[in-house]
């Protein structure tokens, strides 16, 4: 899985005050900070998964099954990623 090659840039992965939720590992449910312009949902192979636009400040995952994922959060020009687990 590469993520340079999805969006052609280097992401920015943990570290980044940009990513902000909890908790993580989840059991259904993360907690966000901002409310992202845009948040991409994929699974380990880079097949996206899901998309919101404007996501409200709980996003629910609990239409998804147990496993690690990655998140990319758009937040006006900034990009970054996130590796996210779901364990029910």
């Known amino acids: 899985f590469c993520l340079t090659l999805l969006t052609g840039n280097k992401p920015n ?3 980044s005050s940009l990513l ?3 908790p993580n ?3 259904g449910e993360i907690n966000l900070q901002h ?3 845009k948040l991409t949902l994929f699974d380990l192979h880079g097949k996206e998964v899901k998309t919101w636009k404007n ?3 709980i996003l629910s995952l609990h239409d998804f ?3 690690v994922y990655y ?3 758009l937040l006006g020009k900034q990009l970054s990623y996130e590796k996210l687990m779901i364990e029910k």
Request: aromatic fraction near 24%; glycine fraction near 10%; proline fraction near 10%.
């Open 13 to 15: 992965f943990t570290g």
């Open 65 to 67: 099954p147990n496993g």
């Open 35 to 37: 409310v992202y312009d």
């Open 55 to 57: 996501a409200n400040r």
């Open 71 to 73: 998140i990319r959060f």
């Open 20 to 22: 902000r939720f909890y």
């Open 25 to 27: 590992p989840t059991k």
